[in-house]
């Protein structure tokens, strides 16, 4: 079983900057893809950031232009830098993998969610 562990987070004032961080650990063939989920109180979880093997990336147009996703495949970890963080972006922050594992088989874990607070 795939485990994810996410560390970050925390409250920073508008206009400020946070890192996450993901590490995926067991025993599997590869992570496909990597993405940043987020959901705040009241709303539907909304992927903000997604990247692929070959380092592609795609993102949410609320946070283009502000949001990095990041990944290290030698390490099986992500990142997603966040910088000129706004009020709205106060939610709780999940990863999540698309993971081949060595019998080819698919999991799809999720970390256990970090909260990112931005106050005004």
């Known amino acids: 079983q795939v485990q994810l562990v996410e560390s970050g987070g925390g409250l920073v004032q508008a206009g400020g900057s946070l890192r996450l961080s993901c590490a995926a650990s067991?025993?599997?063939?590869?992570?496909?893809?990597w993405a940043w989920y987020r959901q705040a109180p009241g709303k539907e979880r909304e992927q903000v950031a997604r990247?692929?093997?070959?380092?592609?990336?795609n993102y949410a147009d609320s946070v283009r232009g502000r949001f990095t996703i990041s990944r290290d495949n030698s390490q099986n970890t992500v990142d997603l830098q966040m910088d000129n963080l706004k009020p709205e972006d106060t939610a709780v922050y999940y990863c999540?993998?698309?993971?081949?594992?060595?019998?080819?088989?698919?999991?799809?874990?999720w970390g256990q969610g970090t909260q990112v607070t931005v106050s005004s």
């Open positions: 990247i692929i093997s070959n380092g592609a990336a």
């Open positions: 999540n993998a698309h993971i081949i594992m060595m019998g080819l088989d698919r999991e799809d874990p």
């Open positions: 067991g025993s599997f063939r590869t992570i496909r893809a």
